[in-house]
Every structure is written in C-alpha cells, then in structure tokens.
C-alpha cells in the first residue's frame, strides 16, 4: 500500500479481483484516499466521514501527515525517504513545512504539538 499510493497503482489491486477488494477496508488507515479511490473504482460504496478539522490555520497535507507519522515512529529522514520512496531532499522539505506550519523548530515539539492538537 506505501509503494502504490503514491505510485497510484490502482491496477494492481483492481486486476485481483473482489476477494483482494474486501480487504482494502482493514489498511484504509495506511493511505485513506488511495483506498477510498480503489473503492470507488471498484464500485463499493465508501461511507463518507466528514474531513478530519485541523485546528491550523494552514492544514497539513495528507503527505505531510504521513511524514510527521514517520517522524514520530522515529525514522530519520533517510528512512522516512526508503518508506514513502521520496527523495531525502522533499523529506527535509516536507519537515520544513511541518515545522512552519505547527510553529515549531524540532522533531520533539513537532511531535508534541501534533499530539496536542491530535493529529498524531
């Protein structure tokens, strides 16, 4: 799921068929819009939840929540760059963001912070 999201690999599970279709709901949490896109291309109905309410005044994107999510599990940037196959650079980019956005300068109060306003 963390290589074809990004990839947009949809294909890949289409052409599986219903059984691997039926699974999709259990690694939604993995990339939300990925799987709610597979779903709707398959033809099941995706119960619509209201968008998650940042409290930012400029929210996070889905990619910068996924990164801040790496950080807080604890991989470098190296390691976030292998899991979400970016390069180190955008990962730094990315962090950059994170940290404008939340008002932080560190890894530690981006994480905090996150946790305060539960985007973690």
Same mark, same amino acid.
């Given at each position: 799921?963390?290589?074809?999201?990004?990839?947009? /690999? &949809?294909?890949? &599970?289409?052409?599986?068929?219903?059984?691997?279709?039926?699974? $999709?709901?259990?690694?939604?949490?993995?990339?939300?819009?990925?799987? %709610?896109?597979?779903?709707?291309?398959?033809?099941?109905?995706?119960?619509?939840?209201?968008?998650?309410?940042?409290?930012?005044?400029?929210?996070?994107?889905?990619?910068? $929540?996924?990164?801040?999510? $790496?950080?807080?599990?604890?991989?470098? %940037?190296?390691?976030?760059?292998?899991?979400?196959?970016?390069?180190?650079?955008?990962?730094?980019?990315?962090? %950059?963001?994170? /940290?404008?956005?939340?008002?932080?300068?560190?890894?530690?109060?981006?994480?905090?912070?996150?946790?305060?306003?539960?985007? $973690?």
């Amino acid at each position: 799921m963390r290589i074809a999201a990004p990839q947009d /690999y &949809f294909r890949a &599970f289409l052409d599986e068929g219903p059984a691997l279709i039926a699974l $999709l709901p259990a690694v939604r949490h993995v990339a939300p819009l990925f799987v %709610n896109q597979l779903l709707d291309f398959a033809g099941v109905p995706v119960p619509r939840q209201p968008a998650a309410v940042q409290p930012l005044v400029e929210p996070l994107s889905e990619r910068e $929540l996924a990164v801040l999510r $790496l950080i807080a599990a604890g991989l470098s %940037n190296l390691e976030i760059a292998r899991e979400l196959v970016i390069a180190a650079g955008t990962v730094k980019r990315h962090i %950059n963001h994170i /940290y404008g956005k939340l008002g932080v300068q560190s890894r530690t109060q981006a994480i905090v912070k996150a946790r305060e306003l539960r985007l $973690l």
